[in-house]
């Protein structure tokens, strides 16, 4: 890795704790909101600096690199990962392991950076959603912070004891020293509803 790339991080945590909201804060890319499930699929968003025109390129996994659609409108980035996942998951809350490929090429970043966003970490499903849900999105998160390399960012609110947490739990597996695990504390606001995220190194 050159010094200026960064590592890959992965956004994992509970469903509706606004992990999108995070990612959002380090990329400066809009991104999907949706009351239930947001990432129903794997997103890898990966930031290029450039000093040229600023444009994304985007494609699930199952499309070559030929197939991929490029955006010139950084607005448009979030209602084309919309459409994606309701292409590779449908229109309702069904979560699959295809990845959508995000490239972003963008002026007056610092480095080169690699985020992965996962699907929340569900425990009941809702209605038309598999009933073994739960195992299925704990196997797509094992995958991808199993690697020595891989580097987790948790978002956790503050009302859960961080060390309980299922999304620490199941890092510490791969990584009990916490060597490698970053925390995102989300704390609800009360008086203009929005959340304000600290991140706390370990």
């Given at each position: ?39 129903r ?10 000093t ?51 490239i ?33 999105i704990?196997?797509l998160?094992?995958r ?10 948790h ?33 609800i ?8 995220f ?5």
């Amino acid at each position: 890795m050159s010094a200026d790339e960064l590592s890959i991080k992965e956004s994992i945590g509970d469903q509706s704790v606004d992990k999108s909201s995070v990612l959002e804060a380090i990329s400066g890319i809009q991104l999907p909101r949706a009351p239930n499930i947001c990432t129903r699929c794997l997103l890898e968003l990966r930031m290029k600096s450039t000093t040229d025109t600023e444009y994304a390129i985007i494609r699930s996994s199952k499309c070559s690199e030929d197939e991929a659609t490029t955006l010139d409108d950084m607005n448009e980035i979030s209602s084309a990962v919309t459409r994606l996942i309701g292409e590779i998951a449908g229109e309702e809350t069904n979560v699959s392991s295809t990845s959508i490929y995000l490239i972003v090429y963008k002026r007056n970043i610092p480095y080169d950076l690699t985020l992965i966003g996962l699907p929340g970490i569900t425990r009941k499903p809702f209605p038309g959603q598999a009933k073994d849900i739960h195992e299925h999105i704990l196997h797509l998160i094992n995958r991808y912070i199993e690697p020595p390399t891989a580097v987790v960012l948790h978002v956790i609110p503050t009302s859960i004891d961080f060390t309980t947490s299922e999304s620490m739990k199941l890092a510490k597996e791969f990584d009990p020293q916490c060597l490698q695990q970053l925390i995102a504390a989300s704390i609800i606001d009360k008086y203009d509803k929005g959340y304000f995220f600290t991140v706390i190194f370990k």
